[in-house]
């Protein structure tokens, strides 16, 4: 679920790795993890996808949930090396528009 | 010939979806869709299911039926439990919808079975294409 | 806390051991079996299965349940289909030789209920051992 | 199933790998194939499982049913490359003392 997270103080962000599976099992604890480092440093989020290999819309739901916290500072939500059929999720719910995903720059 | 049949019931608990996904994929590896149109099947499958259990206020258990032809798997999704038309949230609704929008990009076709506003089963069903 | 149960059931056609085998394998993750654990368990399933079906001279259909403890599964295999005690050859027998030798080193503890000296369904289980 | 098939002519030995599964249902065709290369040339055979994820009672029958007629011209099969889990199928079956069974040059 999150391999790995870091804030930069310099930069105000947090580089999240997410892992693995976000599904209607785990959401809720990804769900109040999010919520805690949110509280904790409230900046931006460069959340990196490269070894997520499945979402749910629950886990979906959960980052719509934490895009609304983290817009109510300014915020935002950068979505990197989404794998091709993860991409294809946010692009058929129309997430692709409200959060801001970087294609292209998967290293394979 | 007459379809296959195959069914598997599982608890409505959060932490057996995934068996009702790696079971779908498995039954549509044998079926020969391939890798991309697996990965719709498995993932249809889960968002058919959470948005069954998420109508239910008590949810007890899911059965799931593949219909097996050669080139076809139809899928029908059953949920065992309460629910009432009343209890769904906004909250809810907004991740109703985006399962719909998955389910309905993801399979050739998907049926609600509705009684009284609320979804007790989905029926859904993918072509081999080829 | 009363167990968790899974049922699935499949045609009891060679192409479909490979569903039960699989799903077998996603029921033993789910309940926190490690690697080897979950080969053993997939191949103890799909070797009682093969013994199942080996008896029947006209196999139909076979059922297989998963009974869920916080450290246990257990695993309970029928078969449905016509059978006859006499039409068993020795051939048969070196096969289920095999198969049940594969089956009481991979599980923990098997059961065969007989009928007429015929495997009608086997009973088997495996702890967690943690 | 049957990855790759090469009949040595100077050493009289079919190089085989095989790969994937090897099961219930696939079993009888891999029978057909092994008796058909033992028919066409009667010499020893080297069976690679470098790829070979699964094989169950099925499987092994027909590697037994080959191994008798190989016998019958006094051939024999070497096994080799076998997976630890795999490996550990035929010991259960005492399989492992009536094939002649190559450890430890997997290469990893
Ligand atoms: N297209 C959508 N746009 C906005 N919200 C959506 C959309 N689809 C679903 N939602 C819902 O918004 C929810 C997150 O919003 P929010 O009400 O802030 O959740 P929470 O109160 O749990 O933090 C998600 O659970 C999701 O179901
Ligand atoms: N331990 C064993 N030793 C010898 N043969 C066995 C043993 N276990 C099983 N067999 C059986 O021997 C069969 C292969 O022998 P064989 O009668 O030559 O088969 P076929 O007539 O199909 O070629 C296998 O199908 C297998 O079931």
Redesign the interface.
């Known amino acids: 679920m999150i391999l790995d997270e870091r804030f930069d103080s310099d930069t105000k962000m947090w580089y999240i790795s997410l892992d693995g ?1 976000i ?3 785990n959401a809720p604890e990804f769900k109040e993890k999010l919520h805690q480092l949110i509280q904790q440093n409230p900046g931006d989020f460069i959340l990196d996808c490269d070894s997520l290999n ?1 979402i ?3 886990g ?2 959960v980052l ?1 949930s934490a895009l609304r916290r983290v817009k109510e500072y300014n915020g935002e939500i950068k979505i990197r090396n989404l794998k091709p ?1 993860i991409y294809k ?1 946010f692009v ?3 997430l692709d528009k409200i959060f801001t995903i970087e294609v292209g720059n998967r290293e394979q | 010939m007459s379809s296959d049949l195959i069914t598997l019931a599982i608890p409505a608990k ?2 057996y ?2 068996i009702a996904r790696l079971s779908s994929a498995a039954v549509a590896t044998r079926i020969g869709f391939d890798v ?1 149109q697996i ?1 719709d099947i498995k ?1 249809a499958v ?2 058919a ?2 948005m069954i ?1 998420n109508q239910l206020t008590r949810p007890e258990k899911l059965s799931i039926s593949f219909i097996l032809d050669p080139k076809v798997i139809g899928i029908e999704i059953f949920g065992e439990g309460d629910w009432e038309s009343s209890n769904i949230s906004t909250h809810d609704l ?2 109703a919808q ?2 719909k ?2 389910l309905s ?1 993801m399979m050739d076709s998907v049926k609600f079975d509705l009684d009284n506003g609320t979804i007790r089963a989905i029926f859904m069903h993918k072509d081999l294409g080829v």
Do not use: C, F, K, N
């Open positions: 599976e599904d209607i099992y499945y749910d819309s629950t979906l739901g719509i059929y999720i058929i719910t129309g | 959060p932490e979806v995934m991309d990965e993932m889960a968002e299911i959470i259990i907004g991740q985006l399962g929008y998955i990009s």
